[in-house]
């Protein structure tokens, strides 16, 4: 049963207790109105407590009810049964108290927290808004500011902050409980009022339509292409201008559109998916882990400083083994100095950036990585170097060290060749900016063991990464696709639309910046670099023409000043080139290409079509478990809009898959190109009338494998 008493003394400290997390299910909401109803009738009791048991309290919703809606009573009447309360209602926060757990903390009448308590409103990271109150009741008690902030960005804050910002009352340092009743017993002896947070009112005279049309403007790029953070700040700005009620009734109607709003689909399948994708089909949950306590990286450029960083974050002492001592004092210069920056906005302190690099130790000899638990590998991208390094790796390290490649797409079964015992070894594909980016691409090699997967996949949580794993293939699950979605982009351009216009299309779509743009960013000379270990037979010669001539000519991207695009020094807007124009004529000729007007929707299409085949062919051959998984991988690894879904849902619920199979049917006709043909897994979908939620691949048979 929820809701348990407790008295001590003149204090009810009501208790719950729903593991893991607190969330506020049915029994709980029923509970803390049966709890509410009991202490009013007690005339012993003078004050009551709102106490949770295990790591946190309420923590939010119950995701159990997502798919049917919640039951009665909603977290709404609980609200204002808990501020119509004549006896004073303090809650007693601690952990992480998200979404519905912080509404009703701002239904009672004071807060009380330990110190390392976090708090948050992040529905819109759901496509909803706060539908108990929470957007009419915390502008009220801690101003508007911190209302938006919360409640728009879905980023939670620290408790020091809140205390400052009027949304928490108290701090402790330990025992909150008993500090929550030493806390109560002095509001009744003050005879403190019974403050409600309904009965407050906002200055609307300070926070008028100007105010919000400036917020809009400073959020807009954050926010592009959402529609929850507006019906956020609308919610908002009714409590500012709205009596109580009505403001509530104002939320519930954006509540309603939220609910019904496809991108709340969109963005529920996501937050799922991630959760699905650390879960691999055949591991078990008593799979044995290996206590990872220590970390070596090989490599001290940008990719090895930021990987060091999410362990230092996680307080894992760290090893950079960088062979040339220059390279080594510049790429640890480089990580205190991004921790610096971090510091210097207020991220993390001065004190937290000492302690961080307490924990990195620089070296020159492999023989110091020795005692290593995980060893990464992140040098350059050769497997001739990438061999010799782990060679040298499996004859120093322990014999149970894990051994992971950094590698974007090389064959990992191909280096595990070299390692003694290659059941320890796997990839670990990060991201750059690997100390920002969350996505953590697995990769499972043939001979890659259970145990070894399940301790990266959970060691990949505990340094904050969204892990997903792939099988061995060129370019594995996120690079393997975005080669025929830069292909398409380029081919499209042969045929006459502009650069720009093909970055401005996928921007509008909702990407964060267009592909071409994000090649001059990257570097173009490391395709072409590439490219020159391959036969003219493994790649489109036409679409990567234009970029190995601007190479050619030491226009390499950003860095050079000139790529594709024309930069100006200290500016990063990418601007037309006439280099580029003529270079793009002079291909379209040399390959016979017509020349034609293309509609933005042909390149939307066109890019993400082939996004989507190429993860259907993902699918089909068993690089991917899921179609959930390579959602996961594009969102996160590659900036796919979150409210879209991912690519793999985008095609199959905003298109469908018949009519996504009948486009690239078409695309293949008029092309007549292999990148078109459709994969036989989406010809089986649609003959089926199958969905892409059927398709699991099993554990793979062959030994060993995770």
């Not at 206590?291 to 894992?316: P, Q």
């Not at 070296?363 to 061999?387: G, P, W």
């Not at 003529?582 to 509609?599: N, W, Y």
């Not at 478990?625 to 199959?652: C, H, K, L, Q």
Request: charged share 25%.
């Amino acid at each position: 049963m929820q809701g348990v008493i407790e008295k001590r003394g003149a204090v009810a400290v009501v208790w719950f207790d729903n593991p893991p997390v607190n969330a506020i299910s049915q029994a709980v909401r029923q509970g803390l109105i049966a709890a509410i109803d009991t202490v009013a009738a007690d005339t012993d009791v003078k004050a009551l407590v709102v106490a949770c048991r295990g790591r946190t309290f309420m923590a939010g919703a119950d995701i159990t009810e997502f798919a049917g809606g919640p039951k009665p009573p909603s977290l709404g009447e609980v609200a204002d049964v808990l501020s119509a309360s004549e006896k004073p209602v303090i809650a007693a926060l601690f952990g992480t108290v998200f979404g519905g757990g912080l509404e009703v903390a701002l239904a009672c009448n004071y807060r009380i927290a330990l110190n390392t308590t976090k708090i948050g409103l992040p529905e819109v990271k759901l496509g909803i808004i706060p539908g108990a109150q929470g957007t009419q009741r915390l502008p009220r008690l801690a101003g508007v500011e911190f209302a938006l902030k919360l409640s728009t960005t879905g980023t939670p804050v620290g408790a020091a902050e809140a205390l400052e910002a009027g949304a928490i009352d108290r701090l402790v340092n330990d025992d909150i409980v008993s500090a929550a009743v030493q806390y109560a017993d002095e509001l009744v002896v003050d005879g403190a009022p019974l403050r409600r947070t309904h009965e407050m009112v906002v200055n609307a005279d300070t926070y008028g339509p100007q105010y919000f049309a400036a917020y809009r403007e400073s959020v807009k790029r954050k926010i592009r292409g959402m529609h929850a953070p507006e019906r956020v700040i609308r919610a908002v700005e009714a409590a500012v201008n709205l009596p109580f009620q009505e403001g509530v009734e104002f939320e519930r109607e954006m509540t309603r559109e939220s609910v019904a709003d496809p991108q709340a689909k969109a963005l529920q399948h996501v937050f799922f998916a991630e959760r699905l994708a650390n879960k691999v089909p055949g591991l078990g949950k008593d799979t044995p882990l290996k206590s990872i306590k220590s970390v070596g990286i090989l490599g001290a450029g940008t990719m090895g400083g930021g990987i060091a960083m999410n362990f230092l974050n996680a307080n894992i002492p760290v090893t950079i083994l960088e062979i040339n001592q220059e390279n080594l004092d510049k790429g640890i210069g480089i990580v205190r100095k991004n921790y610096e920056a971090s510091a210097g906005k207020g991220r993390i302190t001065y004190e937290q950036v000492e302690q961080r690099l307490s924990l990195l130790t620089g070296t020159n000899v492999y023989t110091d990585l020795a005692e290593a638990d995980l060893v990464i590998e992140a040098v350059f991208e050769n497997m001739d170097v990438k061999k010799e390094v782990f060679k040298k790796l499996s004859d120093t390290v322990r014999p149970d060290a894990i051994l992971a490649s950094n590698t974007s797409y090389l064959d990992v079964d191909e280096i595990a060749q070299v390692v003694d015992n290659p059941q320890r070894m796997l990839g670990m594909h990060f991201f750059s900016p690997a100390n920002v980016m969350r996505l953590l691409e697995i990769i499972r090699a043939e001979k890659t063991s259970p145990e070894t997967l399940a301790t990266i996949l959970k060691l990949g949580k505990n340094i904050g990464k969204v892990g997903a794993v792939s099988g061995v293939c060129y370019g594995f699950i996120g690079n393997r696709m975005l080669r025929g979605y830069a292909q398409e982009a380029n081919m499209l351009v042969l045929e006459g639309a502009s650069p720009q216009q093909v970055d401005a299309a996928l921007y509008e779509f909702g990407m964060p910046m267009g592909v071409i743009a994000m090649a001059d960013m990257a570097g173009l000379d490391i395709g072409t670099r590439m490219r020159e270990s391959l036969d003219e037979s493994q790649y489109d010669v036409r679409t990567s023409y234009v970029y190995d001539r601007l190479v050619g000519m030491g226009r390499h991207g950003q860095k050079t000043g000139g790529g594709v695009y024309d930069y100006v020094p200290g500016n990063r807007t990418p601007i037309p080139s006439p280099i580029t124009e003529a270079l793009i004529q002079e291909a379209a000729e040399k390959f016979d290409i017509p020349q034609r007007s293309i509609t933005d929707e042909e390149i939307i299409e066109r890019c993400f079509l082939s996004l989507f085949n190429i993860g259907c062919e993902l699918l089909d051959e068993g690089i991917a478990y899921r179609a959930s998984d390579i959602d996961t991988v594009y969102i996160n690894g590659y900036g796919f809009p979150a409210w879209r879904g991912g690519p793999m849902y985008w095609a199959e619920q905003t298109m469908g898959l018949e009519r996504a199979l009948v486009r690239i049917r078409e695309f293949a006709a008029i092309h007549g190109d292999k990148d078109w043909t459709p994969s036989p897994l989406l010809v089986r979908l649609v003959a089926e009338g199958g969905s892409l939620r059927d398709v699991v691949n099993p554990k793979p048979t062959d030994n060993g494998a995770g």
